[in-house]
């Protein structure tokens, strides 16, 4: 699939405008905007998950967040440590 290289529903003139507007940013700003955007698109399929899996535990949705993320991998081995840090805690108390 091509991704173009302007959005379709923005008028060329307004993404050109929107374009240069950014280029001319501090990088602060630029930095600033981009860990916004991260931060959204990470609640955002955060939400979907709660909303897929309603009865699920906040542990589970994270496993499941990391699997759909990062891979199987990743999670097994988050799940692995999380059940193993669950194991200590408890023979703690």
Do not use: C, K, W
Not at 58 to 71: M, S
Request: hydrophobic share 40%; net charge positive.
């Amino acid at each position: 699939m091509r991704i173009p290289a302007r959005p379709i529903d923005t008028d060329s003139d307004d993404d050109r405008m929107q374009v240069e507007t950014l280029r001319r940013a501090p990088v602060g700003r630029r930095l600033r905007l981009a860990l916004s955007l991260s931060a959204t698109v990470v609640n955002l399929a955060r939400r979907a998950l709660v909303r897929a899996h309603p009865n699920a535990s906040a542990r589970e949705l994270d496993v499941r967040f990391v699997e759909l993320h990062y891979g199987a991998d990743v999670a097994a081995g988050l799940r692995a440590d999380l059940e193993r840090r669950s194991r200590a805690s408890e023979s703690r108390a």
